[in-house]
């Protein structure tokens, strides 16, 4: 089974300023994709950035970024510019390539940005 | 609008009082699934679908039912509520061939089960 993990329930960040999240999973499947997650307080679950394993290239969303590391099974996301509207709960959440469709989600890290 | 629309957004019932979480895609979504979540806990899916007529359980099944008889559908049932069903609830959605592991999810439904 799959498990996704985010050690830091909470982080804060000046305005402007720079912020990692970090995530780590466990699998033994070698096909698989990546998320972050963002829930902001109207609950709503939008996807920030995807990564696919089979990609050795950080993927990027403007001011998003991970930085994806296969072998240490790490996947955390770089907030550049720190924005008022960032402050959000993250999530990061892990599936495989496979049929099952199975998102399996870390804990979360609130991530509040301060003015 | 793509879309998944869930209702009630906001429910509070009693112990033991049936209810129903509609779910509904306007994508043609082959797949659909339920979440509950829970503080420190993330988002666990509770069951799924992988097309119309075929649910299976997810990690956290018990005490709910599902049923898939249209595409666009998959209401969430909870034949008697319980307080450890307290929680909010997530439906998503995505595509089966060539997907790229996205989920499309619903608003949320935050349901008190008193």
């Known amino acids: 089974a799959q498990t996704v993990t985010q050690s830091q329930p909470e982080m804060s960040v000046q305005e402007a300023e720079t912020v990692t999240l970090s995530c780590t999973y466990d699998t033994s499947e070698s096909d698989y994709y990546l998320f972050w997650y963002k829930q902001p307080p109207s609950r709503q679950m939008i996807l920030v950035i995807r990564q696919e394993a089979y990609k050795q290239q950080n993927a990027t969303e403007n001011r998003f970024s991970v930085n994806f590391q296969k072998a240490a099974k790490s996947f955390s996301l770089k907030i550049s510019d720190s924005q008022l509207g960032d402050a959000a709960m993250y999530f990061c959440?892990?599936?495989?390539?496979?049929?099952?469709?199975?998102?399996?989600f870390g804990s979360g890290t609130q991530l509040t940005v301060l003015p | 609008e793509a879309q998944v629309t869930q209702n009630p957004r906001y429910l509070i019932t009693v112990t033991g009082k049936k209810l129903t979480v509609t779910c509904s895609q306007n994508m043609n979504h082959e797949y659909m699934s339920w979440y509950r979540q829970d503080p420190g806990l993330g988002l666990r899916q509770i069951y799924y679908?992988?097309?119309?007529?075929?649910?299976d359980k997810g990690d956290v099944p018990e005490g709910y039912k599902v049923s898939r008889k249209e595409k666009r559908n998959f209401p969430l049932i909870l034949e008697s509520p319980s307080p450890n069903q307290t929680s909010l609830y997530f439906c998503a959605s995505g595509i089966n061939r060539g997907h790229t592991g996205e989920l499309f999810f619903g608003e949320g439904s935050r349901l008190t089960v008193l």
């Open positions: 679908s992988m097309n119309v007529e075929v649910t």
């Open positions: 959440a892990f599936t495989s390539s496979g049929s099952a469709r199975q998102l399996t």
